[in-house]
């Protein structure tokens, strides 16, 4: 077992690892060769990079070459490798990851699985529909898990751009690290990926309304009272319908529970 508690299996092993020191450290710009060393620069550098891509994401199609982009920001500052796909066989906690040669197709089919569920063509406003199309885009991309390091934080920057497209946003810092595993673990023999999109559920909330642009105005009660011409009588009949629209975006997360 290596540094980062992946294993290798089949034929691949430290020896034909390119992205690894012989002493199974991963391969960095600063030549660490300490795990504990490199773990800590590595969240720092990476966690600088991450406040970037929330700042100005990268825009793509949630594809391989997507994801290559995200990891490669991500990780520039640390491994010559960023962006590059694994090219040996691995596995952690008794997950087998998909061998090196099907990633490009199961990559193919998760873009088709994207357009099937709907989620690269049309809106999905409901929660539930949501998280469970969303579920299952999350455990099949843990499962192809395309880099030698790093495939949790990139598969959480794809799923936070996904999650936007559909006016939602997801928290994870009450998802404790071991729910997320188990989740990743199930999704390998339950296609439907239920527990990864219980998780998205339970971390999704709904984008407010930015009401200082053109997309807030348009997507407000007030405006689609406008619209109808069912405007109230009250002179206060604008914050009226702001504060309603507040209220009830609120109330539908108030009783989620954390996990």
Request: aromatic share 8%.
């Amino acid at each position: 077992m290596n540094h980062d508690d992946h294993e290798y299996y089949g034929s691949s092993s430290i020896d034909d690892d390119p992205h690894v020191y012989d002493n199974g450290v991963l391969k960095n710009h600063f030549g660490i060769r300490s795990t504990a060393e490199l773990g800590e620069v590595e969240a720092s550098l990476s966690g600088l990079r991450g406040i970037e891509l929330h700042e100005n994401p990268i825009s793509g199609r949630l594809d391989l070459e997507h994801a290559k982009k995200i990891h490669h920001h991500l990780f520039q500052d640390i491994y010559p490798w960023a962006g590059q796909v694994r090219s040996v066989d691995i596995a952690k906690g008794g997950t087998l990851f998909l061998p090196v040669e099907k990633i490009e197709e199961e990559f193919d089919k998760l873009s088709s699985y994207l357009s099937e569920s709907g989620l690269s063509k049309q809106r999905i406003d409901n929660e539930k529909e949501f998280s469970s199309a969303a579920g299952i885009y999350l455990g099949r991309l843990n499962l192809i898990h395309p880099f030698r390091e790093g495939n949790g934080r990139t598969q959480r920057q794809l799923l936070r751009m996904l999650a936007q497209e559909h006016g939602f946003k997801i928290d994870w810092s009450g998802t404790s690290p071991e729910a997320m595993k188990r989740a990743c673990i199930e999704a390998e023999d339950d296609p439907q990926c239920k527990a990864a999109g219980k998780l998205i559920f339970l971390a999704q909330s709904r984008i407010k309304p930015d009401l200082s642009s053109d997309n807030g105005i348009l997507n407000s009660k007030f405006f689609k009272m406008i619209e109808t011409g069912n405007l109230p009588k009250s002179n206060d009949f604008i914050s009226e319908a702001l504060s309603s629209e507040d209220k009830s975006m609120d109330s539908e997360y108030e009783s989620k529970p954390k996990l």
